[in-house]
Each structure stands twice: as C-alpha cells, then as structure tokens.
C-alpha cells in the first residue's frame, strides 16, 4: 500500500493535472478541484476497494462524485491512478469529446457517477448501498460531495433513509471548504454545526483534517463495520495548494492565464 508520503505525491499529482486540465480547456472551479485532490488520493490509493484491475467486479467498493463542478478533479485522479490513458484527458472541454466540464453519460471507469445537479449523489448512493444488502453482497459505497450541496433537500431526505435502514455499508465524505458559489457556506443558510445534523438523522459523524490523506484513508479504511452510517466531514481550504487561491472564492469561475499556470506548477514542485 502507498505509505504517507506517497499519498502525498500522488495528490499533488493530482492537483497539478487539474490545473492542466484546467488551463487547457479554460474551465472553471478551480478551487472547488483543488480542495478536493487529497480526499480523491486516499480514496483511490487504498482508503476503497477500487482499482484498474477489480473494476469489472461486482464486489468492487462504489465511489459517487456529487461534485460534478469538480470534474477535473475526479478526471485528474482516475488518469493518474491509471483507469484510463493520459491520452484521453486531451478530450477534456473539447467541443465533440467525451469529457465534459460538468460530468455526462459515457465517463471512464473507476467511478459510478461523477454528478448532475447538486444532491443526486448521497440518494443513489443509499441505493446502491440497500441492494448490496439485498444481494447478499459486501461491497461499501462513497457518496463525495461539497458543504454547500448538503443545502440541498435530496441530500437530507437519503440520510433519513440511510439512518433509518441503518446502511453500515455507507458513508457521506464532505469536502467542507465553507464556500459555495456566492458566497461562506456557513452564512447562506447557516449550515452548522454540520456533524450534529447528520447525527440527528442516525448517522455517526467525524470531523476529519481533508488535507491529511493518511487520516483520511484510515477513516474510510474503517468504514463498513459499526452500526449506521457514517458522515466523514473532511474540513479543507477552497483552492489548497495554490497560494494565490487558497481561501479566495473568486477562483470559483475564474480560469488560468499562461502565467497563473506556470506560477501554479512552480509552487507545486517547489512544494510551497
């Protein structure tokens, strides 16, 4: 398995092929992608049971990206994790090509939805996770999603349903930036103290560091085993790993000059 700084490498793999991605197709959300790379390490470096070489097996865990804003992130990921060639990222923004800037049907394997609009995730994923029970299956099931798309009423109406069929096979995975579109999460519709809430609909609920992909793999490693649900809260910073986004919302539609890029990956190698 890939040891700690491993982890670490491999998200800022990640990070530096969003801004690529990015710069090339003249996308947005950058931000949103960026907070998001070390859940996406831990996730498909050990923290679920999905690889290359299971993914055709109906035992493999399920991941559902809810952040479909943040494609280039999932897209980022599954390319360095080796689900599909490098080759294929060219597709990305393209007009004619397979990999939208907002996720569609026909999207590589290694993930069984990467989002429409904001709350499909967590449903399909409570779902995916009562037919495992039915089918007799061991399979665990990963809803990612943001803090602002649990504003949204779906979202809430699965974790009521989750809790009450007591899905130990589920877990919510926030990545808890505190900003949405137009503005703080927390000061549009007051959305904390977010662990409370998920408690209250039967769910366990963990704070975690979403920068610390060790911790976060251990939590997810870990999954699966209690008596309910559990919502992992990863709290992260919108734009990580980029100084000159970090924590800045205006990163949320802004896109990459030649010179934001160039800046970007030198602060990535330089580790900065």
Known sequence: MTDGAGLRQAARRIRAGILELSHRGQSAHIGSCLSVADILAAVYWGGLAITPENIASPDRDRLLFGKGHAAAAILAALAERGFFPREKLADFNR???????????????????????????????????????????NFRVCAVMGDGECEEGSVWEAAMFAGGKQLVNLAALIDANSWQATGRTAEITGLEPLGIKWEAFGWRARELDGHNPEEIRTALAEFGRGDRPVALIARTVKGKGVSFMEDDNNWHYRTLSDGDLAKALRELKDGT
């Open 95 to 137: 007009d004619g090509g397979e990999l939208q800037e907002h996720p569609g049907p026909g999207w590589p394997a290694g993930v069984e939805i990467a989002a429409g609009s904001l709350g499909y995730a967590p449903p399909l994923a409570a779902g995916l996770a009562l037919a495992a029970r039915i089918q007799g299956r």
